[in-house]
């Protein structure tokens, strides 16, 4: 019960003065009973902990094992004096023509097939976000009114969405289609999701193609990922049929994954660049807004409406070397959980019927119980493979004392001689000193705040989220994409940061890629950032 109670967290709201009734002209209060996420790096899981450490030593132990045979050799030799040495070379040994060009085969056979087998680098060359025209910017305030227009919601669903907007984190220039406000017609139709798609998608292409120099018929794959509009032919082949592309790419099409689909979609990119040498891969992420509208009554199917906006980003990935020089980032990790086999977090995010049979996406109210247990389990593998050694230790020796003396953990911890319950409180890792750059899925400003309290991150360091989700809203899978075109036009990115970019979506899963920076990367010529990026982070604030 006292767990329970600890994942709840209350509100008390102000509902005005009531206007009629025995108690008309009295102020009303409501209290807000409501899941807080969990502190997730209060209970730790061992068995990611292992996990992470087993992608680690399974790496590693190469560079274990080179130099102790160095160190012995090194030792054999260094016993000698020149002269000995020499002897023992040249003066003892008897070497013919077979014997030296039978070695150097060996050695060069070897030599192949080790650089043969190695998994080749993948290159982050560029990547472009679409920027919407501005005729489909719309604030907060003309947002409940063309809602109220279309007369599809009645006074306490459009005063729902109000409040959620107020709160939400989100400005008064995210971009959405006109479509969704038209009054009496049904704006999920295969002609305005194929609109809405290909100006999203071509858009941000042509301007990839463009700032990368590269011709579509040189892509060898292409991954497209959109969640909830999946027509046929596919949104893939739309772009293969527009572009011309090749006979023989591989080309595929993830729907229905959610906003984290953007890091399973450069996973797959990166295995059928490993697998086939194609060279090029595009990876497409975006999602119709029109298919998430909801027009109905049922508030849990109106979340979506007040926070998704029109997004789309592309990327240009390639694991080529002659590719490095002209490369921004080299991929380091993706780490990917899934949380399907619980049914509570299968259900968190779920597209039904209400019960007038108007289709929409239902938010549960479990979903940020969910997400905190995905990310636990998230950050605990990907820890191991990014944490400095020190903080390795110290995470590691807390969650194998909780493991080992579980009796001694579970109880809240006793203030210490000067009074700070914090004393004893497992050790939290600074991931501060893993990354340089977080670039953490943009959903809600009030998931923001309690990511940043969990993970023991500063104000600066959420500060291209924040900025994302106030100028374009939650544009879904490319929201990561959105907030790394903000630090580039904020000139951040050194040579040798690590950028972390975590999403997560329905499923329930959470997905982790880093990101080396193999360069300085100067300040974009184009980008979605470019006319308001000097005035972040203190407009929003204002």
């Known amino acids: 019960m006292a767990r329970e109670q600890a994942l709840l967290s209350t509100e008390i709201v102000n509902r005005g003065v009531e206007p009629s009734g025995p108690d008309a002209g009295s102020p009303t209060f409501s209290v807000r009973v409501r899941r807080r996420l969990p502190d997730f790096l209060q209970s730790v899981n061992l068995k990611y902990v292992r996990l992470g450490y087993h992608y680690l030593i399974s790496h590693g132990v190469y560079l274990a094992t080179i130099p102790v045979i160095v160190l012995v050799c090194g030792a054999e ?11 023992k070379v040249w003066g003892e040994a008897t070497y013919d023509l077979a014997t030296v060009l039978a070695f150097l085969a060996v050695l060069a056979f ?38 109220r227009k279309s007369g599809k919601f009645d006074e306490d669903s459009l005063a729902f969405q109000s409040r959620l907007l107020a709160k939400s984190g989100i400005g008064d220039e995210s971009y959405m289609p006109r479509c969704v406000f038209e009054p009496g017609t049904n704006c999920a139709t295969m002609k305005e999701g194929r609109a809405e798609a290909s100006a999203a998608m071509f858009a941000a292409l042509d301007e990839l193609f463009d700032k990368c120099r590269v011709r579509p018929k040189d892509v060898g794959v292409l991954v497209v990922n959109c969640s909830l509009f999946n027509p046929t032919p596919s949104l893939s082949a739309m772009i293969v049929n527009h572009y011309k592309m090749r006979g023989n790419i591989l080309s595929y099409n993830l729907g229905g994954m959610g906003c984290s689909a953007g890091v399973i979609a450069v996973d797959l990119a990166r295995d059928m660049l490993q697998a086939s040498g194609a060279g090029l891969a595009v990876v497409v992420s975006t999602e119709a ?6 027009a109905g009554k049922r508030r849990s199917m109106l979340i979506p409406n007040a926070f998704f906006r029109a997004g789309c980003a592309a990327v240009l990935l390639s694991n080529r070397r002659r590719d490095f020089h002209r490369a921004k980032y080299q991929l380091e990790h993706i780490v990917r959980t899934h949380k399907g086999a619980d049914d509570r ?3 968190s995010v779920y597209q039904e019927e209400d019960e007038q049979r108007i289709k929409g996406l239902s938010i549960s109210r479990d979903l940020v119980e969910v997400g905190g247990h995905a990310l636990k389990t998230n950050i605990t593998t990907l820890g191991p493979l990014v944490l400095p050694f020190s903080e390795q230790i110290l995470f590691f020796a807390g969650v194998l004392f909780r493991h080992l003396f579980p009796s001694k953990t579970s109880a809240p911890p006793p203030p210490s001689a000067d009074g700070d319950a914090s004393a004893a409180a497992p050790y939290i890792p600074d991931f501060k000193r893993a990354f340089e750059h977080f670039c953490m899925h943009a959903a809600s400003r009030d998931v923001l705040e309690h990511l940043q309290g969990n993970l023991g991150l500063r104000d600066g360091d959420l500060e291209a989220s924040r ?5 374009f809203g939650n544009t879904s899978s490319s929201s990561i994409w959105y907030e790394l075109a903000y630090l580039e036009a904020k000139g951040r990115v050194r040579r040798g940061d690590r950028v972390w970019q975590l999403a997560f979506g329905s499923g329930f899963k959470c997905n982790s890629a880093v990101w080396r920076a193999v360069r300085r990367v100067r300040r974009p010529a184009r980008s979605p950032w470019l006319d308001c990026v000097e005035q972040y982070p203190a407009r929003m604030n204002a």
Not at 77 to 87: A, F, H, N, P, Q
Not at 289 to 294: K, L, Q, R
């Open 77 to 87: 030799v260094g016993s000698l004096s020149r002269d000995e040495l020499w002897r």
């Open 110 to 147: 070897t030599i192949s097939v080790y650089i043969m087998s190695r998994p080749r680098p993948v290159y982050l060359i560029d990547f472009a976000c679409y920027k919407p025209a501005d005729e489909l910017k719309v604030s907060k305030a003309e947002f409940i009114d063309l809602a």
């Open 289 to 294: 807004v029109s298919f998430t509208w909801y």
């Open 345 to 347: 977090s299968f259900r």
């Open 467 to 471: 900025a994302a989700l106030h100028r």
